[in-house]
């Protein structure tokens, strides 16, 4: 409720995610299978995406404060979105996600962050806080790059659509040329015309 009053759920004070990100920050712990499985995401879905991450404890005596450290961290380097992580476990695994410091640490981020952190059913104060709330740690990978084969299927889509385009446009000018070259009459024609209606006119005029 402290929180909330605040404004720090506040959805109009939520960041959208980039849509082409490049660079990505991931908090969590170096041990964690959920790194394991966000890592592994994303290699399938953006091999391409430069990676860094910021390690912290998920859980245990301190671990809040070490994950609102790295959150901090993350949020002045050069990487586009945040991904903070961890998988499932009781509400006392989890209750670093329900500590004020992670919470402020997510709303002071200067770039988006999305929280994977347990189950569908788990919710934590962090939930809340984040910019967006996944599911789970491979959700939350999903949500942050978009699928490479998904980007290069709509760039051949629109490739074919500039092409017909193009081909269209070359179409309605080569007829306005063709359209024109028949209205042009080629000067030496012009004179012969000329002559015709001269010897007409002198013609009548005898």
């Not at 991450?53 to 450290?69: H, L």
């Not at 991904?83 to 476990?89: D, H, K, P, V, Y």
């Not at 990978?141 to 490479?148: C, G, S």
Request: glycine letters at 6%.
């Amino acid at each position: 409720e402290k929180l909330e009053n605040e404004g720090l759920f506040a959805v109009d004070r939520k960041k959208a995610l980039p849509a082409f990100p490049r660079h990505l920050a991931i908090v969590s712990s170096l041990q964690a299978a959920a790194l394991r499985d966000v890592l592994t995401t994303l290699q399938r879905r953006a091999p391409y995406l430069r990676l860094t991450i910021f390690p912290a404890p998920v859980q245990g005596d301190g671990a809040g404060a070490r994950i609102a450290e790295a959150l901090a961290q993350a949020s002045v380097s050069q990487c586009d979105a945040i991904i903070l992580c961890r998988g499932g476990g009781s509400i006392e695994d989890l209750w670093a996600f329900n500590e004020e410091c992670v919470a402020r640490a997510i709303r002071a981020s200067a770039i988006p962050v999305i929280c994977g952190v347990g189950h569908e059913t788990d919710f934590t104060i962090a939930d809340f806080a984040a910019d967006l709330r996944a599911p789970t740690p491979t959700a939350a990978a999903e949500l942050a790059a978009p699928d490479r084969d998904t980007l290069l299927g709509a760039l051949d889509q629109l490739d074919s659509k500039l092409r017909r385009r193009f081909d269209r446009a070359i179409e309605d000018r080569q007829q306005r040329i063709d359209w024109l070259a028949a209205r042009l009459v080629h000067p030496t024609e012009r004179i012969r015309r000329r002559q015709e209606e001269s010897q007409q006119l002198g013609q009548r005029l005898r």
